[in-house]
């Protein structure tokens, strides 16, 4: 119940630099000269496959880049400026069927996006077995995209710019009868050698629309990835004159987003005469060229790896022309974007292993690194939350939650299994101005890492404390988190849905099993303040005499007061409060409001089913 993990819905919303995260690149590679993307196939093998814009894939395997090719192509491809051998995605199941997939410029100058497979060699690919599933004209030089990555649903993911020149002269941009400016989604997998449109793509049906089409509005995608824990997803689009940016689209999205090239350029109108904004997906990130920031956005990945739990959950991404690379994190609806490295290196591309790891290529110095970042946890003060409603800020004696990377490596949920609730749980520790927390659970849920605590009793009075997380040694750095004494909350199934237990059956009520007016139920919550008989922090409360709460504590059911028998601390249970009341006649039938107070102190409305 009170472990509950939220799922978090992102806002386009810009926030201050989040704290310091520092990171540091490691060579583990020479000789690699414009590498275009960095690979690893889905074999167990742990290989790299480093992509090289002359037309060249080499492969990496036990610390040495082996001297045979894995792929020649170079008398196939026009190389030079933005053409090349772009992009390389290897078949899901490319273990057993040793399909993989390129993206490269043809000597025409045209889009190519072909099949080959490996030969018996599992080092060296066949190069007679090429199969060219798709070629896109390419009107300019430049703007060709290039990179191409399998997506969570197992269809194959082609990002085009929009053609080049500069402006998108054709705007190919926002044309559905045209492939440039876009993320394609096709099915390469279903029949091997051909090339298919998923019919659930978002213009199929559209007359005058290209059935490949997933998403458009995009002047040069350079760099897109799917989050490996959520399956969320990002681009990187170079900007024209002014601003780069980095796009995202949540896992749930059925496709179709305009990310508004050529009508925006990043959050500002390029087209100031005709800048309709409406039904525009805007970027979640942006930032202007200059001789400091940089001219051409790199995209990466976001950190799941396990050697830096400190990085876990940050995109990491870059700039061609400046070195420098970002982290960018999601925290609730808030986005917050910080600067990690000044690498001093030309950044062409990032790359992520099997394990998660993440790699930079090098184009300065011909060169692969390996990232390497913190081992400490890293939280925010809005990471800080109630259990049960989410809001900022803990309040003395209730459980909190505290959104957390690094505590957690695997998915799943650890859980206290017994009372007093440790004050360490999984090497996992947390002080809250020097008075240890005590800890109810840790879970890791879709990357998503979470930490449910007791905010100690000893910090009543206070308006704000200092929180440190703790993973063995390791401590985080201490974050001023607002303490309210009260702060009142009901737990939900979903958000929604209020846990509303009736009385005398002891079953949730449901839309089947609602309330009956004067009839009698309970709800746990969190936030009531201090009680009578106060337990010790981490204990169970008392059963006799209760510890009831000292506030006002009033609960309305349809804008109908309900007559409140019992508030205060959960019997045998630690950091959680009960509310027993009766439902009062007059209540409409239906779904209604259940709205809890304490206090001056109002908390958010849940819904219950009445009959």
């Not at 001093?344 to 184009?363: C, H, M, N, P, S």
Request: charged residues 15%.
């Amino acid at each position: 119940m009170y472990a509950a993990i939220r799922c978090v819905v992102a806002v386009l919303v810009l926030a201050p630099l989040a704290l310091p995260q520092e990171i540091a690149l490691r060579q583990i590679a020479s000789g690699i000269s414009d590498p275009t993307d960095i690979q690893s196939p889905p074999d167990g093998t742990g290989r790299l496959f480093f992509v090289q814009q002359a037309g060249l894939i080499r492969v990496f395997r036990n610390d040495t880049v082996l001297a045979q090719p894995f792929l020649d192509i170079r008398a196939r491809i026009s190389a030079g400026g933005e053409r090349g051998l772009l992009g390389l995605a290897f078949s899901p199941a490319y273990a057993s069927s040793g399909r993989f997939f390129v993206n490269y410029t043809n000597l025409a100058g045209n889009t190519v996006i072909a099949q080959y497979r490996v030969s018996v060699n599992p080092d060296v690919a066949d190069p007679a077995s090429e199969i060219i599933l798709l070629t896109i004209a390419q009107p300019f030089p430049n703007h060709n995209g290039g990179h191409l990555r399998f997506g969570p649903d197992g269809y194959l993911y082609i990002g085009m710019g929009d053609g080049g020149s500069g402006g998108d002269p054709q705007n190919n941009g926002q044309r559905l009868d045209s492939l440039l400016g876009k993320m394609l989604r096709v099915d390469v997998e279903s029949s091997p050698g051909q090339l298919l449109i998923p019919s659930q793509n978002p213009f199929v049906n559209r007359a005058g629309a290209r059935g490949e089409i997933w998403s458009f509005g995009l002047r040069n995608p350079w760099g897109f990835s799917f989050d490996r824990a959520n399956h969320d997803l990002y681009i990187a689009d170079v900007g024209q004159d002014s601003y780069e940016e980095v796009n995202y689209q949540p896992a749930a999205s059925r496709g179709g987003e305009n990310y508004g090239w050529r009508t925006m350029e990043g959050l500002h109108c390029y087209n100031a005469a005709s800048c309709d904004m409406q039904g525009l997906t805007l970027p979640v990130v942006e930032y202007g060229q200059s001789s400091t920031m940089g001219c051409s956005v790199i995209g990466g990945f976001v950190y799941r790896g396990k050697a830096w739990p400190g990085l876990r959950g940050t995109y990491v991404y870059g700039d061609y022309c400046s070195g420098k690379i970002w982290g960018l994190e999601r925290h609730g609806t808030v986005w917050t974007n910080q600067l990690l490295l000044n690498s001093g290196t030309i950044i062409t591309v990032f790359g992520e292993d099997q394990a998660g790891e993440l790699y930079v290529g090098d184009a300065r110095n011909s060169a692969i690194h390996r990232i390497e970042g913190s081992l400490a946890p890293r939280f925010i003060s809005a990471d800080v939350q109630n259990a049960a409603s989410f809001e900022s800020g803990i309040s003395p004696g209730s459980l909190a939650a505290v959104f957390v990377d690094g505590v957690k490596d695997d998915p799943g949920i650890v859980a206290a299994q017994s009372l007093p609730l440790p004050p360490s749980l999984a090497d996992i520790s947390i002080t809250v101005d020097g008075v240890a927390a005590p800890i109810h659970a840790i879970a890791n849920v879709q990357g998503r890492e979470q930490v449910n605590f007791q905010a100690p009793f000893e910090i009543a009075g206070r308006a704000q404390a200092s929180m440190v997380v703790r993973r063995g040694s390791q401590a985080s750095a201490p974050v001023v988190v607002p303490v309210l004494s009260l702060q009142p909350a009901i737990y939900t199934l979903d958000g929604v849905q209020g846990i509303v237990v009736r009385v005398p059956e002891y079953v949730l009520a449901t839309a089947d099993r609602p309330l009956a007016s004067g009839g009698y139920a309970y709800v746990y919550a969190e936030g009531l303040g201090p009680v009578t008989n106060q337990p010790a922090t981490g204990a169970g409360a008392p059963g006799a005499p209760l510890a009831a709460a000292l506030s006002d504590v009033r609960l309305s059911l349809g804008g109908v007061r309900c007559q409140v028998l019992f508030a205060g601390l959960a019997p045998e249970l630690a950091g959680v409060y009960i509310v027993v009341f009766q439902v009062p006649s007059g209540v409409p039938s239906g779904v209604q409001d259940l709205t809890l107070e304490a206090g001056a102190a109002k908390g958010p409305s849940v819904k219950v089913s009445v009959r």
